[in-house]
Structures are given as structure tokens and as C-alpha cells.
């Protein structure tokens, strides 16, 4: 196992499309959790699950974003009707329960035109 | 909610000097504090974490500090190195959660 892996790791769009992000979190690893880091700041919360169960979502998330992780092992961000203050690093982090430690991915990037 | 505050924002030493990076936070349930490392381009990783019951915990040139009291944290770098150049985020889980909340980051240029 390699760590988190993350699919596609840059992404660019049109203002009003749909886009997918994939990730595959360490194989052991019960929790996953998507960030999203603009330049300059640090990763900010979005959402995250336990197994295929989502705990928390972000107050400030909008409703054009949606994650999935349907059978507790890989997850999926989608994030509808795009806008350009979409653009950013999309991250994925998974960890286990027991020391909360997170090891993130690469990250995607989104750039909406 | 959790509110995670770091100072400064850049920090600029010269090589061998220590460099200091603080951060407080609001939920006074929160009990576990990492610190992660991002070079340009790079994904976070950690570099050293504590939690509630120690006040001190150290590693190498690394150490990191907690105040439950006052509810702050601090990042300690020793010896610092070209090569400890990056920028640091702190962190906090708030309310014993399994989410991190992350302060703004710490841009550290070490100077040869």
C-alpha cells in the first residue's frame, strides 16, 4: 500500500460543469476525510466518514457538494454547477480511529474558468 | 465551533537558530494537537503530535508544548536547517471529534 491515492490530481473546467473527485484512502485506514486548501491557508474541513458512515459535513459546505463512500473503502467529492470560487486543492486524508493521526493524498487541483 | 489561531504567519531565522510557532484554540474539549509539514507542491504530513495528558513531547530537533489552562500550543525547531523551510499548520479536534481544525500556517524561510 502507497498511502492515499487521489484521481485526477488537476482537473480544469468550465464554470457550470460537474466534476468527480476519486479517493483511495490506506487500505487499514476506517476514517476519510475531504479538505480544501486555497494558496495561503491552511486545509479547511468539508467532510469526513466512518466505514461508509458520514459523520460531519461542514456548515459552510453548499449543497453542490457531495461526497459518497459507499461500501467504506474509496470516496467520492462531486461537486455540481461549478463556480470559479470552486477553484482549489481538493484534499483527501484517512486515518484510524484508535490514533486520529491523518495522512493525506496529493490532493486534486480544481481550476474553474 | 473549534477556532484555531497561529502566529505569525512568516518566519524568518537564520540557519542553527530555533524558531517558535504558537497556536490557541477555543474548544477546551479538544485533546489531541498535531503539527504537519507542507513543502511547495507537497501533501501535509505530520511532524509531531500531543495529546491532552503530557504537557511536553519531544523528538529530535522537534518539540512541541501544550497549555490546557490557557489553551495554547507551540511548535519548537532547533538546529534549524535549510531543509526545515516549509510552511507549518497546527491543528485541533474539536469536542474530541474525529476532524482536525487547522490554523492558517506558518511560512518559515530558514536562511543559510
Known amino acids: 500500500d502507497t498511502g492515499v491515492s487521489q484521481d485526477p490530481r488537476h482537473k480544469i473546467t468550465k464554470r457550470g460543469q460537474n466534476v468527480t473527485f476519486r479517493c483511495d484512502p490506506i487500505?487499514?485506514?476506517?476514517?476519510l476525510y475531504w479538505y480544501r486548501q486555497t494558496l495561503g491557508q491552511g486545509p479547511e474541513f468539508l467532510t469526513y466518514?466512518?466505514?461508509?458512515?458520514?459523520?460531519?459535513k461542514s456548515r459552510l459546505l453548499s449543497d453542490r457538494f457531495s461526497a459518497e463512500r459507499p461500501k467504506g473503502s474509496f470516496s467520492t467529492l462531486e461537486i455540481q454547477r461549478t463556480e470559479q470560487g470552486d477553484s482549489a486543492m481538493y484534499l483527501c486524508a484517512s486515518s484510524l480511529v484508535e490514533t486520529g493521526e491523518l495522512f493525506f493524498g496529493e490532493g486534486s487541483r480544481l481550476t474553474v474558468l | 465551533g473549534e477556532n484555531v489561531e497561529q502566529h505569525p504567519s512568516t518566519l524568518s531565522v537564520q540557519e542553527g537558530d530555533s524558531a517558535v510557532i504558537k497556536c490557541t484554540y477555543s474548544?477546551?474539549?479538544?485533546?489531541?494537537f498535531p503539527w504537519y509539514k507542507q513543502e511547495l507542491g507537497k501533501r501535509p504530513q505530520l511532524i509531531i503530535d500531543?495529546?491532552?495528558?503530557?504537557g511536553e513531547k519531544k523528538d529530535q530537533r522537534i518539540a512541541v508544548t501544550l497549555n490546557k489552562t490557557a489553551k495554547h500550543f507551540s511548535l519548537h525547531i532547533t538546529e534549524t536547517q535549510p531543509e526545515d523551510s516549509a510552511v507549518y499548520f497546527c491543528?485541533?479536534?474539536?469536542?474530541?471529534?474525529?476532524?482536525?481544525?487547522f490554523g492558517q500556517g506558518t511560512t518559515l524561510q530558514v536562511k543559510p
Open positions: 487500505s487499514e485506514h476506517n476514517r
Open positions: 491543528a485541533a479536534n474539536p469536542s474530541n471529534t474525529g476532524k482536525l481544525i
Open positions: 500531543i495529546r491532552s495528558n503530557v
Open positions: 466518514f466512518q466505514n461508509e458512515a458520514q459523520l460531519e
Open positions: 474548544d477546551s474539549a479538544s485533546n489531541y
